[in-house]
């Protein structure tokens, strides 16, 4: 449902900025958090199901360490 919604506004993201490098950038950056959520649905998913919801909160503070790490290099 996301990337369709992506896919149908991707003219107006392209528009948003005057170079094609950033414009795909923004797209790269969509596509990245449909991704990411749809990975972290699934793991909550799986979470709920086993009973077990701080399996969820490790993958959370695993992933923000992670995001940290990268803005900091």
Do not use: H, N, P, R
């Amino acid at each position: 449902l996301l990337a369709g919604g992506i896919l149908l506004k991707a003219k107006a993201i392209m528009s948003l900025t005057d170079s094609t490098v950033e414009s795909l950038g923004l797209l790269l950056a969509c596509l990245t958090a449909t991704i990411v959520g749809i990975l972290a649905l699934k793991v909550l998913s799986w979470c709920q199901v086993l009973g077990k919801f701080w399996y969820f909160g490790v993958y959370c503070l695993v992933l923000g360490l992670t995001a940290v790490a990268f803005l900091i290099c």
